[in-house]
């Protein structure tokens, strides 16, 4: 096979790298290790930062976002007994969030690329790279029938996610990491969401969040400790740990229902700022990890590839290759801005072992200035509603 990208990992990052690419007049093929069934019911990030919701409005996607999406104005911050509203609106200028369901987009992505005849290998085997110094770089793998097969193309885009075989083919990396002393467990729920909008909790026995994927699902989190064994938490343990983290000044109480899904997600920030190496270009989780307090995981994937295609489309357009060269510096200008929003929300609201009480005092304080102060509210606001992405046309 050949073509201009190939793209290893049909996660946000793959397939919306695709469908901008093929906007441009640029030839892709995607290959992905899982079944598109797993991947299209693969519950992860719900939280697009409002310029994600408008590129996708842009190019063409934003149909089911739009009617199925819930747009959120503000969040509420719960701690000390009291709830404090940050309202996005208007303290960005108008910006808001959309809960959109990360599957809900793969979904999408995935039936248009199909649509438009880029071929998407699911199931895939034995993935591994090939000649990125030169101008012909390759992508090995075995297809689900079996058969050994082979891309060669012009560039490799790596966007196979934290445990993809696309950063371990870097040598000489540039990493920087750390790794949180606990973890969250997510329960999707068949209850009504208990509030309009997400509720971050800060609670002397933990974080809890509030968030909704529709109507009638709603989407919720506990700390737990790092190493914790998902069966010390039967769902009765669960609800009963979440209406007191969430239910703090006594006037409102959480909606429970069937608990649909639950899962561990340890946390981390990782950055690996070698982003390049020869033809070879790393994308979202495959390059970098926030913790998810923030929501800024998928949204950073977003930013790296549209820097990437508008990268590409200038190459293929004139041969220069200014851009591809400035690509990781563009994108870690964005991605370290990331990483210190999430290390600090992350900081602010988690109860960490050990924590001595002046430790937490200093906390409260700090989100009582943040949500009580219009500078402080404002500068979480700008930060999770996602900063200003420059609005040029893909491909500018
Ligand atoms: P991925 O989504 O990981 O996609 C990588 C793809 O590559 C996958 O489909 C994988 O199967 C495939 N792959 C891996 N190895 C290979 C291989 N060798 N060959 C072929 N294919 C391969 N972010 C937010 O912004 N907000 C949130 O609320 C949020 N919540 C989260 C909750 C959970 C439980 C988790 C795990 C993550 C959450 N995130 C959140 C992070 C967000 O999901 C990721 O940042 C996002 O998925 C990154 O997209 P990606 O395309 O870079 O990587
Ligand atoms: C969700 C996840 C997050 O990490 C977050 O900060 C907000 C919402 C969610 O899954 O809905």
Redesign the pocket.
């Known amino acids: 096979m050949r073509t201009q990208v190939g793209i ?9 790298l695709s469908h901008l690419l093929h906007r441009e007049g640029i030839e892709s093929i995607i ?4 079944t598109r069934a ?2 299209e019911a ?7 930062e409002h310029w994600v919701a408008e590129l996708v409005d842009e190019i063409g996607m934003g149909a089911r976002m739009r009617s199925e999406g819930l747009r959120h104005d503000g969040i509420e911050i719960s701690f000390a007994g009291q709830r404090r509203r940050i309202d996005l609106n208007a303290l960005t200028g108008g910006k808001s969030i959309m809960v959109y369901g ?1 599957q809900e987009f ?1 979904k999408d992505f995935v039936a248009a690329r199909l649509a438009a005849g880029t071929p998407i290998h699911f199931e ?1 085997t034995d ?1 591994s790279i090939h000649d990125v110094d030169s101008d012909g770089p390759s992508i090995r ?1 075995t297809d689900r029938d079996g058969a050994p097969q082979e891309i060669v193309c012009d560039v490799i885009a790596g ?8 950063r371990p083919a870097i040598p000489d990396q540039v990493v920087f990491e750390r790794v949180y002393p606990f973890a ?1 467990l ?1 329960i999707l729920a068949a209850a009504a969401p208990s509030s309009d909008e997400l509720i971050y909790a800060s609670h002397d026995n933990g974080f809890a969040l509030h ?1 909704m994927r529709s109507p009638q699902l709603t989407r919720l989190y506990l700390q737990v400790a790092p190493d914790e064994d998902i069966n010390e938490w039967p769902d009765d343990r669960v609800w009963v740990e979440l209406q007191t983290r969430l239910t703090q000044d006594g006037k409102w109480s959480l909606n429970e229902g069937e608990v649909l899904q639950k ?1 561990i ?1 340890p946390m981390r920030s990782f950055v690996c700022e070698t982003m390049r190496h020869g033809r070879l270009f790393l ?5 970098h ?2 913790p ?1 307090t ?8 977003a930013a ?1 590839v549209l820097v990437l295609a508008r990268a590409l489309a200038r190459f293929y357009r004139s041969g220069a290759t200014d851009a591809l060269d400035a690509y990781p510096a563009t994108c870690l200008a964005r991605i370290w801005k990331a990483q210190r929003f999430s290390w600090w929300m992350t900081s602010m609201l988690h109860i960490f072992p050990e924590q001595d009480p002046f430790a937490r005092r200093i906390q409260l304080a700090e989100i009582d200035f943040t949500t009580g102060n219009e500078a402080g509210a404002r500068a979480l606001a700008e930060n999770y509603v996602g900063l200003p992405f420059d609005d040029g046309p893909v491909g500018a």
């Open positions: 290893v990992g049909a996660g946000p990052a793959g397939l919306l290959i992905e290790d899982r797993y991947i693969r519950i992860r990030a719900g939280v697009m990360q793969v895939v993935v793998f966007c196979d996610g934290f445990h993809g075989i696309c969250w997510g968030s899962g997600t994308a979202g989780d495959a390059a990890i926030v998810p923030g929501a800024k995981g998928m949204n950073l994937a790296d």
